[in-house]
């Protein structure tokens, strides 16, 4: 089935939420419903995840980003194909599927070595919703089914965020080199991807697991998911990491805040040879040099989103029901009153639009 044979049973509108311009509220707009070319495919939008990421690209300065205005928000997009531009693909038609956002080259080194989410071919755009045309809206054109990966089509709205938060939080757990199992982790931010890596981590039987959150709700979710203790500051973990360990410290440091005070304490958390992993983006720095603050055999890394073969196994286990995010859903047309809640903290883990 071509993009042609298809085009009469589409509508030729969709409502979609589009930023015009840097600094500026999106809106939400109608607007012609694409149609796929050479290798694209077409996708009706099932639910889509809003991420305090898409407040970061709302709020950038011009020029700060390498993005042509307007394009679609939103990056964490579950769907079924409807159309496609290539008969070698029509097997695809009627699949339900999530969508990776990173839309790498398929053929550099990175991607050759499945660090897709890596290319070196990105130096613009991203992806969905960083960039290009994403999944607030009614239909989302991706350019390659190698940007796809099937679901099982029972599976509900609540799937969309495994795409971007449940694939960040799973890659920054298994991405570590070392042996979890035994291991002192302390999770600092207990929201919508916080939530997630506690229940990855579980699966890998750290001995002791220390969240960190001012909200009492959080904590108390902390605790459910698998956490031995939570606390509501930094300074806090701290004490009672030292008193847990002995005095040596954490091994893994999740930070999923990314503020002055979270990064400014994560040295005094750290044992000999520790990581820290840096995935939140709330205007904090670390100074790192030899010899300085951090213990002896310090790593520190801010990994980006995940490679495809791992949001792969993100949603076999969410499928499985081993992975469940936290979701309250929203209708599009209440999209800009849900980001005002995930902006203002007064949403617990993830907010879903469900076209």
Known sequence: MTATETAAELPHGMRALRLHEWGVAPSLDRIPVPQPGPGQVLLRVDAAGLCHSDLHIMDADAGVLPYTLPFNLGHEVMGAVVAVGDDRDREWIGRSCGVHGVWSCGECRACAAGRDNYCVELNGPIGCGTGYDDGLADFILVPSTRHLVELDPAAGPEVAPMTDA?????????????DLRGAIVV????????????????????SLVLAVDPRESARELALRLGA?????????VDALAAELSGGSGADLVLDFVGAPDTMGGAPGLMAGGACLVVVGSAGGSLTVTKGGALPRGWRVEAPFWGPHHHLQDVLDLAV???LAAVVEQRRLDEVLEAYQDLREGRADGRLVVVP
């Not at 999770?187 to 750290?206: D, E, F, N, S």
């Not at 031995?228 to 806090?236: C, P, Q």
């Open 166 to 178: 449940g694939l960040t939080a799973y890659h920054a757990v298994v991405s570590q080199p070392v």
């Open 320 to 322: 499985a029901g081993d």
């Open 228 to 236: 031995h203790h939570a606390v509501a500051s930094v300074a806090e």
């Open 187 to 206: 999770v600092v931010g207990i929201g919508g991807l916080g939530h997630l890596a506690l229940q990855v981590l579980t699966l890998r039987l750290p």
